[in-house]
């Protein structure tokens, strides 16, 4: 079962958050100002988090497995794994927040930090990476690299590849007869100038149509699946690995021409995109990392405007992290259990981790008090997560989990 091996450590009491060991004998543990990743659910389109399965966004039977996937292979797992126990308790830091953490502090309330190691502006963070490495790794916290995929510059990119763009093409040429401006030459002072008059003749205008051209050119996507490849075998200073690769935007933008409805094949053709993308991922990663993915929490919507199926993605990612900020959504407590319920019932099997929002809002980015926040793990909890990812650090009051 999907639920059975993504954990890395035993949960038995005093033990929860130990390490597994690789079988080469070393112990694997698990900035950018740039507020864009993994904390904006920027959904600028219409859709809205339904569960109304009749929708045009649904993630049907007929176009989306709910087979039990088969997970990644990550180090095993030892015990028992209660169905609705916290086993992640995740928190989200931008590169540039490295000098800012207390590590003791950190390790006393996480069990997981998502480190962001590039970002939406295209900035590469891997020495903050290893920096973050070497001060959690002796405290028992897992490091995951966040890696931005389809945003760069600031700007979305099309996950296929697909370009479209129009060129002028000459037609043909219509004439009349008038008056038309003529240059001509003066010497003046022994040198020529030009001047211009009117003179008739035939007036020659000429007439353009356009021509669409489409194509695919899959470099910057294949240059990106080779880059995270390569971030999955970092190690710290102690020789450890980094523990996973998280990877966030990883879907179309949801709105104009990259909606994942408006690609050629529709949103069907967008879905097998982006399952494909994190296929190769999990094909090109250290077989040992963890994968992961924050997906947007619009359920029976998401593959209609973002290409992304929670099943079928599931298939390659040991868990998924919907961002269910419930503040962006103008949303309630409620809401997040129902979302995290529903994205659960169709994850294909594959374990949810709720993203949780600290703040009120992206437009009022106030944090939210402890009691509230507390809560809001327990609703998500209560829906089926078997764990939380927080967005963001620096944004919360947050003095760590207690059961309800």
């Not at 590169?95 to 006393?108: G, V």
């Not at 007036?203 to 353009?208: A, G, N, R």
């Not at 971030?231 to 523990?243: A, E, F, H, P, Q």
Request: contains cysteine; aromatic residues 14%; charged residues 15%.
């Amino acid at each position: 079962m999907a639920i059975a091996i993504f954990l890395a450590f035993m949960m038995i009491a005093g033990t929860s958050g130990a390490f597994a060991v690789e079988g080469d004998g070393t112990t694997q543990s698990d900035g950018s100002t740039d507020p864009g990743s993994a904390g904006t659910s920027e959904s600028g389109s219409t859709g809205t988090c339904s569960t109304d399965t009749g929708s045009t966004g649904t993630c049907s039977t007929d176009t989306c497995s709910t087979d039990t996937p088969e997970v990644s292979t990550a180090p095993a797992a030892a015990g028992d794994v209660s169905t609705n126990a916290i086993v992640i308790r995740g928190i989200y830091i931008w590169a540039s927040q490295l000098s800012t953490i207390n590590p003791a502090d950190i390790a006393s309330k996480y069990t997981d930090v998502y480190f962001l190691t590039r970002s939406t502006s295209g900035a590469n963070y891997v020495p903050e990476l290893i920096a973050a490495m070497n001060a959690l790794h002796p405290l028992n916290v897992r490091v995951h690299a966040w890696m931005v995929c389809f945003k760069n510059g600031g700007s979305f990119v099309n996950p296929s590849g697909f370009y479209s763009y129009t060129v002028p093409v000459y037609l043909y040429s219509t004439k009349r007869w008038g008056k038309k401006l003529v240059a001509y030459k003066v010497k003046k002072r022994g040198k020529y100038i030009i001047k211009y008059r009117y003179k008739k003749g035939w007036i020659y205008t000429p007439v353009y149509g356009y021509n669409t051209v489409t194509g695919y050119d899959t470099s910057y996507t294949d240059t990106l699946v080779n880059y995270i490849g390569d971030v999955s075998t970092v190690k710290d200073g102690m020789g450890n690995y980094v523990d996973g690769i998280h990877l966030d935007y990883v879907r179309y933008s949801g709105v104009g021409a990259n909606a994942a409805y408006n690609q050629p094949g529709g949103a069907i053709a967008a879905r097998d995109t982006i399952t494909n993308f994190v296929k190769r991922v999990h094909d090109k990663v250290r077989p040992t990392a963890w994968l992961t993915a924050a997906v947007m929490p619009e359920t029976s919507n998401n593959e209609f405007y973002y290409g992304q199926c929670y099943s079928a993605m599931g298939q390659y990612l040991n868990y998924e992290v919907p961002m269910i900020y419930k503040g962006n959504y103008g949303q309630s407590t409620a809401w997040i259990q129902a979302t995290t319920q529903w994205i659960a019932t169709h994850s294909g099997g594959t374990p949810i981790i709720a993203g949780l929002q600290t703040y009120r809002s992206d437009s009022q980015p106030t944090p939210i008090p402890y009691s509230e926040l507390l809560n809001d793990v327990w609703k998500s909890q209560d829906g089926g997560a078997l764990g939380f990812a927080f967005f963001r650090y620096g944004l919360l009051n947050w003095n760590g989990y207690v059961n309800p």
